[in-house]
């Protein structure tokens, strides 16, 4: 059973201490990523949470998977290290309460991230890079991108948010410019295309605040595109794709992007791999940027920014400070979905699998058991989700939590019966107050040694931070030509004259090889 309560959570951050005693409680592992006011919150937190679900869902659960849950938590407690400084680490759960035609909880929850934000980077000083926030999926990701980059990016453009979805290769505007351009050579007739390759043209190389509110004439719209690639374009229908891309990257004047190097040269690579086993189509290779191209990614910057990740991705990392807006997805999946289950007592075993919807009536009949189980598995992995989410903090923690008493079985509403239900009462210097729970004090940026403080020896060459190199994209024109051989030369000569000519030639070749 310990397999169920393992499956997702992240257990490497353990070294298996067994039998490790402090306080009068015996851990079975011990925690070196986390500070120890982290530890000690993530203790409590599961321990109480058990509780709660054992009296909010024990009748749903049956006795039998109750006690494999229990089971299966039973060493989610984890010593901390005699070395840790004891207090140290910072533990903050919001529960956030929905006014009256106040916004939705995604809406109030936004609104909270980028005040606790201000709080860390101008109040705190804490710098950028320090701070991951963590979702459960990537769908909410542009929402909260959006919202930080008005109220950060655009008033300081040094503190940025970045995310893996920010880098995939169909967020970048050149190449999306680059893609317009290849759609309009392989039908110039695309009104729609032409309009968006002219757009983005003026946008993203002439830096023009184009929009079409109005319809454009045809030619005044073909007027807006470089005359190079306008008067270009018999040619570069003619052309193999890998020539046809480093042309256009030329004729638009994309090469002379200083900030997208990284994404043309991704660009280019992944071209090339396609292009190894497939024949040089345009229309084949802008169905597969579509399919699968459009959303590889190149590595984010290693700088100075705010991380944006799901849960999923983050397993295994560690982060200075994590938080977690959106604390509130199900507890137990969804219950409109069907379990396939094996009918037991006559007549209905003589059908081997039947589909039964998963409703709280099956309590009530021959699948009992089977409810009981999925609806364990259901509140095994969501738990695990969080315990991986709130593992991953090394030093400050902040959770949002839907406070609003509405209908479902949600993450949230268990963390909000362990926060309320007296936690600041079992953990020293916490406190809970207009619906926050705090718990110790927030830890700051990491001080860095001094480098003539350092010694040679001691340094790790594995945590040097790389410099950079900007390499610009420089296009070289193919010069490639046609070399005819003699012996084709001769065989395609038309004229008696030019014949006679390379009879003379294989005729001193042949007194050339009898002298020699």
Not at 292 to 313: C, D, F, L, Q, Y
Request: charged share 30%.
């Amino acid at each position: 059973m310990d397999s169920i309560g393992t499956q997702f959570r992240d257990d490497t951050i353990t070294f298996a201490d067994q039998n490790v005693t402090q306080d009068g409680c015996t851990y079975s592992s011990t925690n070196y990523r986390s500070d120890s006011n982290i530890i000690v919150f993530n203790n409590k937190l599961y321990r109480k949470a058990i509780e709660c679900i054992e009296g909010e869902y024990g009748e749903k659960l049956g006795p039998k998977r109750l006690g494999e849950l229990k089971a299966a938590y039973s060493d989610v407690e984890q010593a901390v290290p005699e070395w840790r400084e004891p207090g140290c680490g910072y533990a903050e759960v919001q529960r956030i309460i929905k006014e009256e035609n106040g916004g939705s909880f995604r809406e109030k929850a936004i609104e909270q991230l980028m005040k606790t934000l201000h709080r860390l980077i101008d109040d705190e000083k804490l710098q950028p890079g320090n701070i991951t926030i963590l979702l459960r999926s990537k769908g909410v990701m542009s929402e909260i991108v959006e919202a930080f980059n008005e109220e950060y990016t655009r008033k300081n453009p040094e503190i940025k948010i970045v995310s893996d979805e920010a880098y995939r290769l169909s967020s970048s505007l050149v190449l999306r410019l680059l893609i317009a351009a290849m759609r309009h050579i392989a039908n110039p007739d695309d009104k729609v295309n032409t309009a968006d390759l002219t757009r983005l043209y003026q946008n993203v190389i002439l830096k023009q605040d184009l929009a079409f509110d109005n319809v454009m004439p045809d030619e005044d719209m073909a007027e807006m595109l470089p005359e190079a690639f306008r008067t270009s374009l018999a040619r570069l229908q003619g052309l193999p794709v890998y020539e046809l891309i480093e042309q256009l990257l030329q004729l638009l004047g994309i090469s002379e992007s200083k900030d997208d190097e990284a994404f043309i040269y991704a660009f280019l690579d992944h071209a090339t791999q396609y292009l190894r086993n497939r024949s040089s189509d345009l229309n084949s290779f802008l169905d597969a940027w579509e399919e699968n191209i459009g959303e590889k990614s190149i590595p984010a910057e290693n700088n100075n920014s705010v991380r944006i990740m799901t849960i999923h991705k983050s397993k295994g990392l560690e982060f200075h400070t994590v938080i977690i807006p959106f604390c509130d997805w199900t507890l137990t999946g969804d219950t409109r979905n069907s379990l396939w289950c094996e009918p037991k007592g006559e007549p209905f075993d003589k059908l081997s699998l039947i589909s039964v919807p998963m409703k709280k009536e099956m309590l009530d009949s021959i699948y009992t058991d089977d409810y009981n189980k999925e609806y364990l598995y259901q509140i095994v992995d969501n738990l695990n989700i969080l315990y991986v989410a709130t593992t991953r903090a090394k030093s400050n923690l902040f959770i949002f939590t839907d406070g609003s008493d509405g209908r479902g079985e949600t993450v949230s509403k268990i963390v909000n019966a362990v926060v309320g239900g007296g936690l600041d009462k079992l953990l020293p210097e916490a406190s809970f107050s207009d619906e926050t729970f705090t718990f110790g004090t927030i830890v700051g940026n990491v001080k860095e040694k001094k480098k003539d403080e350092e010694k040679e020896e001691e340094r790790n060459p594995f945590e040097v931070t790389p410099t950079p190199l900007v390499q610009p994209f420089v296009y070289h024109e193919n010069r490639i030509t046609f070399m005819q051989s003699r012996e084709l030369t001769r065989f395609l000569a038309t004229d008696e004259k030019e014949k006679l000519q390379y009879e003379h030639l294989v005729e001193g070749e042949l007194m050339h090889m009898v002298m020699s």
